[in-house]
Structures are given as C-alpha cells and as structure tokens.
C-alpha cells in the first residue's frame, strides 16, 4: 500500500525558512502527481501547491506563489516543500497528498492519498 511520511516542520520566527519532505514508498512514484495541502486550527484544510509525475508542471495558491517551491526526486521518492519568507498565518499542519497521474495534471489536484502531517509554526 502507499504511504506518504513528511518531515521537516517546526518553530520558526517570520520571515524564516523551512523546507519540507515526504517520501513517497508502496508504488512507483513517478505514476503520481503529487501535492502539498494544509490545515490551521479551526480553518478547513486548503492547497498550498502541486507537481506533476515528471516535475515538469507546477502550479500554486496566491498566498504563497513567489514564496515557496514545490519539487520532486523520483529517484529518492521524494517531494519538498521549500518555504520562504514564513509569516504567521503560513502557521498550519501540512500534508503532502498523492493522485495518480493525469495528462495534463488536474487543477485543482484531487488526491486519493494522504501523509499524517507535519506541523510549521510561524512565530511573529
């Protein structure tokens, strides 16, 4: 079975950085656009941004476009998240989600599979 597991949350003050990972184990990563999504206390979980099977495609929420990068190893089955100019409202549980491929990738992404979580925190 598919299992996603991030890594790489924690407590960073604004205007920080973190980068986050998941790896990708179960199936043959490549056969997956896969995503980044998240959840701030008391707010429904939201898309953050999402890459095709070849990294060749990417796209984003307005809230962070310019600030972070979504990409992809398939060679190490493995998606990041790199985060820049954190602020406080970036505070949330991420999730990194997986769909199996579509061409061209579907927008908004709908993915079947999900990580546990990781946790960033934004201090002001």
């Known amino acids: 079975q598919v299992q996603l597991v991030e890594s790489g949350g924690g407590l960073v003050q604004a205007g920080g950085s973190l980068r986050l990972s998941c790896v990708f184990s179960?199936?043959?990563?490549?056969?997956?656009?896969v995503g980044w999504f998240r959840q701030a206390p008391g707010k429904e979980r939201e898309f953050v941004a999402a890459?095709?099977?070849?990294?060749?495609?990417?796209y984003y929420a307005d809230s962070v476009k310019g600030r972070f990068t979504i990409s992809r190893d398939n060679a190490k089955n493995t998606l990041y998240l790199q985060m820049n100019s954190l602020e406080p409202d970036d505070t949330a549980v991420y999730y990194c989600?997986?769909?199996?491929?579509?061409?061209?990738?579907?927008?908004?992404?709908?993915?079947?599979?999900w990580g546990q979580g990781t946790q960033v925190t934004v201090s002001s």
């Open positions: 179960g199936r043959t990563f490549s056969n997956y656009d």
């Open positions: 890459i095709n099977w070849s990294g060749s495609s990417t």
């Open positions: 989600a997986a769909a199996r491929l579509t061409i061209p990738m579907t927008r908004p992404l709908k993915p079947g599979i």
